[in-house]
């Protein structure tokens, strides 16, 4: 699995910004996708994930702010980021997990996108 994420880039406090990734390859059973963010000095955390099905959880910090969403037709996965805050700068990363399930276990891979940088000027 591929992920190509685009959008990052340098905008003012309370101004707006998307992210897009682009998934590509073996993507059978990738049934959800997210974005995770790593301010420096800070360790990789949740910001937003949604499954094929559409439902969505998104972390405390952004809730209201940031919106998930999917097009499953062409694998792509957007954030679209709102009333930006300085607290919000971070490299953010497109994460996409395939769940594979049997009768005896449940595994889950872990597929990451390059990075893109965001920065929130105050």
């Known amino acids: 699995v591929q992920l190509q994420a685009s959008g990052g880039g340098l905008v003012q406090a309370g101004g707006s910004l998307r992210l897009s990734c682009a998934a590509s390859g073996s993507i059978f059973s990738i049934n959800g996708m997210g974005w995770y963010r790593q301010a420096p000095g800070k360790q990789r955390e949740l910001v937003a994930a949604i499954t094929s099905g559409g439902s969505s959880n998104y972390a405390d910090s952004v809730k209201g702010r940031l919106t998930i969403s999917r097009d499953n037709a062409k694998n792509t996965v957007f954030l679209q980021m709102n009333s930006l805050k300085p607290e919000d700068t971070a490299v953010y990363y497109c994460?996409?997990?395939?769940?594979?399930?049997?009768?005896?276990?449940?595994?889950?891979?872990?597929?990451w996108g390059q990075g893109t940088l965001v920065t929130v000027s105050s």
């Open positions: 994460n996409a997990r395939r769940t594979i399930a049997t009768p005896r276990s449940v595994d889950m891979y872990d597929y």
